[in-house]
Nanobody, 127 residues
Framework: DVQLQASGGGLAQTGESLRLSCAAS????????IGWFRQAPGKEREGVSC????????YYADSVKGRFTISADNAKNTVYLQMNSLKPEDAAEYYC????????????????????WGQGTQVTVSS
């Protein structure tokens, strides 16, 4: 079974940084995508960023581009999301997910076809 474990959330002040980790196990496909999504109370889930195992391609929603960086440590089967210059609007429950379908950005928004989802990690940003 595919398992994804997100961690690293917490409380940050505006302008500070946090790094989220997503530990993955059980993925048997040679090519897959791991992505980060977030959902704030009362809002729809939003795609944040994703990375392809095939060629390391990365994708970002416009709302985080230039501030967040996704990376992968294949030896540790872990994907990271470095979040810099945090804003109050970044506060949400962050989820990592994995899929063998697609990840793309259209009109500044990230869309991805994910098959497996992990539990979330809460990010709170105070102003």
């Amino acid at each position: 079974d595919v398992q994804l474990q997100a961690s690293g959330g917490g409380l940050a002040q505006t302008g500070e940084s946090l790094r989220l980790s997503c530990a993955a196990s059980g993925i048997t496909s040679d090519e897959y995508t791991i992505g980060w999504f977030r959902q704030a109370p009362g809002k729809e889930r939003e795609g944040v960023s994703c990375i392809s195992s095939a060629d390391g391609s990365t994708y970002y929603a416009d709302s985080v581009k230039g501030r967040f960086t996704i990376s992968a440590d294949n030896a540790k089967n872990t994907v990271y999301l470095q979040m810099n210059s945090l804003k109050p609007e970044d506060a949400a429950e962050y989820y990592c997910a994995a899929g063998v379908d697609f990840c793309t950005v259209i009109a500044g928004k990230l869309f991805a076809g994910m098959n497996y989802w992990g539990q979330g990690t809460q990010v709170t940003v105070s102003s």
